[in-house]
């Protein structure tokens, strides 16, 4: 069973992204596959909610989680059941029957075929297209393909017993085959292109109706070909690729490589028959600056040594001797074997998903505690520090040429980052640009709390700049009577690379200075990176608000209504801004006083 802290740690990584989880044994076997909109709060769900005893039963089993990402609900609902079905998890009897997905249906066999939902087993006559990924996904399309190509949706009674023509002609959603208002060959055409829509021709309905749209407007008939130009816009909404399934039905993997902080790693996709048999991460041991050519093909020649090639495989970066590798893998398999890394189509988002996936599984390692660990050592080795941190801090500050400046603080602990415990500054009272006299702010606010007991001391305490800033954070935490932290300052290098940062500690001479390729500085270059784009944010979010607030609304005695009044008088804030105060005092409910407040306001935020 996961440890408390171990399943902190991992539903913390967990992004709010639809797509598949796979609950994992203590031997690797799938206990549960599951699908969620928002896989966070539907994984989270099974430790902080009341189960019955079969998921209690299974929860206690849990080792490890395994997630892959999706673009849509619908995709990950479709995966879950090829996932299901290739590894029959123990716990997923009640989603082992293909009937829970619905489909259209076509009963060709008929002289007016019908299009309707369906749901269950496709043993009758007719044409059956999907699975959909819901219901109401079948309704929608059945929706706005009867606005499209009138085919009936009526069942079989109602349209038998018909002596006259129903709503549905009246709103031109039927050509009323019912009652003969339309022949067989042309309500024929109709199905016909309905056909080419739901197996996916949808160009060449497009084509169709982009001709008759042409034609219709050269006989000046801009009506008709108005209402062609909203069927073929409708028809590119109602198309929706379930990129989970091969279009053609045939074999091949998709490999996308992702690098960061000195680890890589490549994700593969198994594509069987054209279903997504599923996905493993692999992460091989490369020097740290390697490039994607040159770690694409190593990983190539030796993943595939002793498996099975399929003919196709499809690459996020081209390898290192592509002609070579094509050659060689077409020999061992005893089949052409196709290298791509340029794509087109259905292919491009198959890729897509797949370096969604590498880049979330090497983040995941990032902050995984294998990985987590052996930076944390390395750092504290650089550090010299008598143990391994525990909790460690780092500050930043963002503004724009000094306007609404903003400080961040983020929290790692020693399973990694501890999100619950950022927290964001607003800077005020201080002059414009002056970085040293906001950190100070931020600190005093920040250890303010914590020599009051309410925030745990950190062991490491990074700042985001050199001897300066460090100077000015070491005075705060004097001035408060801080003990015990270690501060560290992290300088940008020789124009401001990345990998050549330079670290100081207080009374030290020289900085800290290590290789790019050091996991310890892989880890700083973590937390400052962090505290930087979380300072960011917050200042966005400040300056987004600043804007859309009035300058009316900082002004004290100026509440709502006498808001609307000021607006309503001068026509807005251009004309309020030209307004002289004894102008102002004439609008209803403001007096002398406080239209010289309101004047002066105008004026000194006037562009």
Not at 170 to 188: S, W
């Amino acid at each position: 069973m996961l440890s408390e802290a171990t399943r902190r740690a991992l539903l913390a990584r967990i992004p709010a992204q639809p797509g598949v989880y796979r609950m994992l044994d203590a031997e690797g076997r799938v206990l549960y596959v599951g699908k969620a909109k928002e896989l966070k709060r539907r994984v989270s769900s099974y430790f902080s909610r009341s189960l019955n005893s079969r998921l209690q039963v299974m929860v206690a089993r849990i080792a490890d989680i395994q997630i892959t990402l999706t673009r849509t609900e619908g995709e990950a609902l479709l995966l879950e059941a090829d996932l299901i079905k290739a590894h029959q998890p123990h716990f997923n009897v009640l989603l082992r029957d293909g009937k829970s997905y619905p489909f259209i249906y076509l009963s060709t066999q008929e002289r007016f075929p019908r299009l309707a939902f369906y749901r269950g087993p496709r043993k009758g006559k007719g044409r059956y297209f999907g699975p959909y990924p819901s219901a109401s996904a079948v309704r929608e399309t059945l929706h706005l393909l009867q606005k499209i190509f009138p085919v009936r949706q009526c069942r079989d009674s109602f349209f038998r017993n018909r002596s006259r023509p129903c709503l549905q002609y009246q709103i031109k959603r039927c050509t009323a085959p019912c009652v003969g208002y339309i022949e067989p060959e042309a309500y024929g055409a109709d199905v016909e292109r309905s056909i080419k829509f739901l197996d996916g021709r949808t160009d060449e309905v497009i084509r169709e109706l982009g001709e008759r749209m042409d034609a219709a407007a050269a006989a000046l008939e801009f009506e008709q070909a108005a209402t062609l130009r909203d069927q073929i816009a409708m028809l590119r909404r109602i198309q929706q690729r379930q990129y989970v399934t091969a279009a053609d039905g045939g074999d091949l993997d998709i490999l996308a490589c992702a690098s960061d902080g000195g680890l890589h790693c490549v994700q593969v996709f198994f594509i069987r028959g054209g279903r997504n048999l599923g996905n493993k991460s692999f992460f091989p041991q490369a020097p740290a600056d390697a490039s994607a050519a040159t770690l694409m093909a190593g990983f190539l020649t030796q993943f595939y040594a002793d498996k099975h090639i399929p003919p196709e495989l499809l690459l996020s970066a081209e390898p290192e001797e592509l002609d070579f590798l094509e050659a060689a893998f077409s020999e061992r398999a005893g089949h052409k074997v196709v290298i791509k890394h340029r794509l087109r189509g259905d292919r491009v988002q198959w890729l897509k998903m797949a370096q969604s996936n590498a880049d979330l599984a090497l983040q995941t390692r990032l902050g995984s505690r294998a990985g987590y660990s052996a930076r944390l050592e390395a750092l504290r080795e650089l550090l010299a520090l008598d143990e391994l941190p525990q909790r460690m801090e780092c500050f930043d500050i963002s503004h724009t040429g000094g306007e609404l400046t903003v400080a961040s603080c983020v929290v790692f602990d020693a399973e990694g980052p501890r999100k619950s415990d950022y927290r964001r500054f607003n800077i005020d009272g201080i002059v414009p640009g002056d970085d040293y006299a906001a950190m100070a702010q931020a600190l005093g606010r920040r250890y303010q709390r914590i020599k009051q007991g309410e925030i745990p001391l950190p062991d490491l305490l990074f700042i985001d700049g050199g001897r300066g800033q460090l100077s000015a954070a070491l005075g705060i935490l004097a001035e408060l009577g801080i003990q015990g932290v270690r501060l560290v300052g992290v300088a940008k290098g020789p124009d401001r690379k990345a990998g050549a940062e330079q670290l100081w500690q207080p009374h030290q001479r020289h900085a800290i200075i290590a290789p790019a390729d050091s996991p310890a500085m892989h880890l700083v270059q973590q937390i400052r990176d962090e505290a930087h784009r979380f300072a960011i944010t917050g200042h966005r979010q400040r300056r987004d608000k600043a804007r859309r607030t009035s300058v009316l609304e900082g002004i004290p005695g100026v509440g709502p209504k006498r808001r609307s009044n000021l607006l309503k008088a001068f026509g807005g804030l251009h004309g309020l801004r030209r307004a002289t105060a004894e102008e102002i005092a004439r609008v209803d409910g403001i007096g002398a006083a406080l239209a010289e407040q309101i004047h002066q306001a105008m004026q000194q935020n006037s562009v």
